[in-house]
């Protein structure tokens, strides 16, 4: 990954571009990425993960405080068999040859999701992932990883519930901080901007609530493309937006 000075020439290279705080990718295409090549599917994921490295190093240099990817579905669990287990394979893969890097990147890496029906090692993996990284203060680096949106905001809600239960909260105290407070991404800023790939325009139950007024970017590459000059096309464009949160008068950040 990129060393210190690449950092400060790539950001000074480019000021007249607004760098977002908080980039959430929906990762598609590697599927079809294969396909068009020849390759069984299990190629493109390998691809995917290779362009999810790519992506890390891209947000470390321009100076993205976080980054958010959807890698592994809650509706994904209705793919084959075979396909699961490669995808978490891969998975762990990853972690073994990238972790050392990440940490040594000052990389803060959380898995968001719901963690039911994952085995014991990969819960380990997970926790260990985490505990390497929770020190550091560089990229924020969050994986939705068994993730659906409609299932995180269903997980506060009985979060809440059960306050208010134990009378440690009033139904009428609820507010949209309360619920923010008790999703996943509790204490992070909500995305930006949202990039999907592969062409397809959907937020396909990605950070819904996250996303109220976050700008989309619908890119024609499979996630296996997505480069560096890519990510400068997207970052060029969220620069010419008009971010007006509902008001009138854009409002920079």
């Known amino acids: 990954m990129s060393t210190e000075p690449a950092i400060q020439s790539r950001a000074a290279s480019r000021p007249d571009l607004r760098i977002p705080a908080h980039v959430g990718v ?7 990425w294969a396909k068009a090549r020849g390759k069984p599917r299990t190629e493109g994921h390998v691809a995917g993960v290779k362009a999810l490295r790519g992506m890390v190093e891209h947000c470390i240099n321009y100076g993205v405080d976080y980054l958010t990817v959807f890698s592994f ?8 068999k075979d396909e699961i287990s490669f995808i978490f394979g891969l998975l762990r893969r990853f972690v073994a040859s990238d972790l050392e890097k ?3 990147n000052n990389v803060r890496v959380r898995i968001i999701g719901s963690r039911d029906g994952l085995d014991d090692s990969l819960r380990r993996l997970i926790a260990e992932v985490e505990a390497t990284t929770a020190l550091n203060t560089g ?7 068994n993730y659906g949106g409609k299932a995180e905001i269903a997980d506060a809600v009985r979060r809440i519930a059960g306050l208010v239960a134990a009378g440690r909260l009033k139904a009428e105290d609820i507010t949209e901080d309360t619920i923010g407070r008790a999703l996943y991404t509790a204490g992070m800023p909500d995305p930006d901007i949202i990039i999907r790939t ?7 139950n990605f950070m819904l609530w996250q996303s109220a007024y976050s700008e989309l970017v619908f890119v024609e590459e499979n996630w296996p493309d997505f ?23 854009a409002q920079i950040r």
């Open 26 to 32: 929906i990762m598609d295409g590697n599927g079809r």
């Open 227 to 249: 480069n560096e000059a890519a990510f400068l096309r997207v970052l060029e464009e969220y620069s010419g937006r008009d971010r007006r949160y509902g008001g009138v008068e």
């Open 73 to 80: 579905s809650s509706e994904n669990w209705t793919r084959p």
């Open 102 to 104: 990440l940490h040594r």
């Open 198 to 204: 592969s062409g397809e325009q959907r937020i396909s």
């Open 139 to 145: 990229l924020q680096l969050q994986v939705a990883f």
